[in-house]
């Protein structure tokens, strides 16, 4: 399948252009990936676009690591979710690789663990399972989607089939 150029809604100026952006920046965080698609979308010439992504650099409209920095805070606090799910999302948003990794350098192991914990909690109730095994597939599954690593998963998991008193799976379920 080949890329499709985006289409444009009507083509903006540069002036037109940064005047949108301030008013969307001044809103919410945005990044300058977010920028650049954006101009795009709206039909601005590639030289212009570098000058508008200046200009609000310069004016603090958009900071990446400030971006960064509200993106993980919301992330792990209200949708929980884990390192490499966040770094995807911030990779796909343009943030660059030494942001990213400071910003994450600042998440704290144990609070992970908690909140993939409580993840998992509220998540049992949900599952449908006919045994342990099962149970626990499903909930290494969901962990794993919400981006944490296979180590906490395992850990995680194994803590909480044994808060809930699941009687774990059979060997000769695997053979």
């Given at each position: 399948?080949?890329?499709?150029?985006?289409?444009?809604?009507?083509?903006?100026?540069?002036?037109?252009?940064?005047?949108?952006?301030?008013?969307?920046?001044?809103?919410?965080?945005?990044?300058?990936?977010?920028?650049?698609?954006?101009?795009?979308?709206?039909?601005?010439?590639?030289?212009?676009?570098?000058?508008?992504?200046?200009?609000?650099?310069?004016?603090?409209?958009i900071d990446d690591r400030r971006y960064a920095e509200a993106f993980?805070?919301?992330?792990?606090?209200?949708?929980?979710?884990?390192?490499?799910?966040?770094?995807?999302?911030?990779?796909?948003?343009?943030?660059?690789?030494?942001?990213?990794?400071?910003?994450?350098?600042?998440?704290?192991?144990?609070?992970?663990?908690?909140?993939?914990?409580?993840?998992?909690?509220?998540?049992?109730?949900?599952?449908?399972?006919?045994?342990?095994?099962?149970?626990?597939?499903?909930?290494?599954?969901?962990?794993?989607?919400?981006?944490?690593?296979?180590?906490?998963?395992?850990?995680?998991?194994?803590?909480?089939?044994?808060?809930?008193?699941?009687?774990?799976?059979?060997?000769?379920?695997?053979?």
């Amino acid at each position: 399948m080949l890329p499709t150029k985006p289409k444009i809604k009507r083509a903006k100026t540069a002036d037109e252009a940064l005047a949108s952006l301030m008013r969307l920046c001044a809103r919410a965080e945005r990044s300058s990936g977010d920028a650049i698609r954006l101009m795009r979308g709206w039909g601005v010439a590639e030289a212009e676009q570098a000058g508008v992504l200046q200009r609000l650099l310069r004016e603090r409209f958009i900071d990446d690591r400030r971006y960064a920095e509200a993106f993980v805070r919301e992330k792990c606090g209200l949708s929980a979710w884990g390192h490499y799910k966040i770094l995807a999302a911030l990779k796909r948003k343009g943030i660059s690789d030494t942001i990213i990794n400071d910003v994450l350098s600042t998440l704290s192991p144990e609070e992970n663990k908690s909140r993939l914990t409580e993840k998992l909690q509220r998540k049992i109730k949900s599952v449908k399972y006919d045994n342990a095994y099962q149970l626990k597939t499903k909930l290494i599954r969901y962990a794993l989607s919400l981006g944490f690593t296979m180590s906490e998963v395992m850990e995680s998991v194994d803590e909480i089939i044994k808060q809930n008193d699941i009687k774990e799976c059979d060997e000769e379920i695997f053979f």
